[in-house]
């Protein structure tokens, strides 16, 4: 790749970030089962949640016996909201004129008709199919008849005692959001850029994030995506190895953990064209994350904090999972901090950090007005792949990676390790993930 490319031309630049039913990239996400919300966040007869996927309006509710439905949020009577049903013995029923629907959308009563048990069966809501593993719902939008089998994810695999599950909302499209976790180079800047390598216990594995801040790339389509190898010579005659992927349809794997034994994947799930929902999946029994282990005065890196802290949820189509830190109050940025170099942002999550650069963007960012770069090989790889795999839908009816095979998902790992010098990073790659602490297959 030339060290100087432009920016996306408009026409892809358009086809990648609109997500609305009839366009070709929501119609590629449509193909997978989508993380929409918490499994608590739904209780049996409780209140039904307003739910906004990839520009539609849904409602999610669980009914009596358990059972989750998600559908749209209009009642196919006269387009009044089920958001203010009544759930209530085993369905949805629209305060309106009392029609019932189940959870596949099938309607239990029309109670103002008076031929209404002769004509129900013609009646139906618009309703997805639901299932639930890994401590989340997971909705298909795709066609109903033409359901995939459930996400082979190594994280969606978690068992739901062991899985760790949260949820960030953030103002922006979801590929500039997405992009920050396979953007390896930021980290020595946006995150770590106060600090210097004397700041590292030796065998610190940030250690060389700002020993060189400009590592070189290995960049490669996989069965589920892309992947980089971002390596850097080690004093020692090692290298230094920071392997990162991207899963379709909206999955990353960041390296910022050991390889052997990290399990964890984000999800960027478009709430619309301008908000994305980061979905993070985690295995309770992965080490920590390397940003977060002590440097040599005991203390963690200047910026990491272990946990978002949220503006209270509430009812809004955009009320659910809104950090405090946010565009409105700068993200808290402390100009102080930032002048003294106790933190290279003055923002106080690295988390945040992310939000606040990815959101300053604009709501999706103009790509024409790029100038991308030799490090931003990663970048410009899953882009290709993306608009090719939307456009093979669209044009030829391909169906994209991990639809009819979900098992490519399992070979997804990243972290980082050392090999010898001029050993070839995917046969490395190989050979650690058949070494590797996996999640129990169930």
């Not at 700068?330 to 650069?357: C, H």
Request: glycine share 10%.
């Amino acid at each position: 790749m030339s060290t100087q490319a432009q920016g996306q031309a408009p026409g892809n630049s358009e086809t990648m970030t609109r997500v609305g039913p009839g366009t070709a990239m929501g119609e590629l996400m449509r193909r997978y089962w989508l993380p929409a919300l918490a499994s608590g966040e739904l209780k049996a007869d409780g209140d039904p949640v307003r739910l906004l996927l990839l520009g539609e309006k849904l409602v999610a509710f669980r009914d009596s016996g358990g059972r989750v439905g998600v559908m749209d949020h209009r009642c196919p009577h006269r387009c009044a909201s089920l958001f203010f049903g009544r759930n209530e013995e085993g369905g949805m029923r629209c305060v309106y004129h009392g029609w019932k629907f189940d959870v596949e959308g099938h309607c239990l009563d029309l109670p103002n008709v008076p031929n209404g048990e002769e004509i129900r069966a013609k009646v139906k809501a618009k309703a997805y199919k639901a299932i639930e593993r890994a401590g989340l719902v997971w909705v298909y939008m795709g066609p109903q008849d033409q359901v995939p089998p459930p996400p082979a994810l190594e994280a969606a695999l978690i068992p739901e005692q062991e899985v760790s599950v949260r949820f960030v909302q953030r103002a922006c499209n979801w590929l500039q959001a997405l992009e920050g976790d396979i953007d390896t180079s930021h980290f020595g800047f946006l995150h770590a850029g106060h600090a210097r390598p004397d700041d590292f216990q030796d065998d610190h594995p940030m250690r060389h994030t700002v020993t060189n801040r400009a590592p070189d790339y290995h960049v490669a389509d996989t069965p589920w995506g892309t992947s980089y190898g971002a390596w850097r010579g080690e004093e020692d005659g090692r290298t230094s190895w920071r392997i990162a992927n991207f899963l379709f349809p909206f999955w990353t794997q960041a390296p910022n953990a050991d390889f052997l034994t990290h399990v964890g994947v984000r999800g960027w799930v478009p709430m619309d064209d301008e908000h994305t929902m980061v979905v993070m999946i985690g295995w309770k029994k992965s080490p920590p994350v390397y940003s977060g282990m002590p440097l040599k005065n005991g203390q963690p890196l200047p910026g990491f904090a272990p946990a978002i802290e949220y503006l209270p949820n509430t009812t809004d189509w955009y009320g659910r999972w809104r950090p405090v830190a946010r565009a409105e109050n700068d993200y808290g940025i402390d100009r102080d901090a930032q002048r003294r170099n106790e933190i290279y942002t003055g923002i106080r999550m690295v988390f945040m950090q992310d939000q606040a650069v990815t959101e300053s963007m604009g709501p999706i960012t103009d790509h024409s007005f790029e100038h991308l770069v030799a490090s931003d090989q990663m970048v410009a790889r899953t882009r290709r792949r993306v608009l090719k795999a939307a456009l093979a839908l669209r044009q030829e009816g391909t169906l994209p990676p991990g639809v009819v095979d979900p098992e490519v998902m399992w070979g997804a790992r990243s972290g980082s390790f050392h090999t010898p010098a001029g050993v070839d990073w995917q046969q490395a790659y190989r050979e650690r993930l058949q070494a590797a602490t996996r999640v129990p297959r169930p």
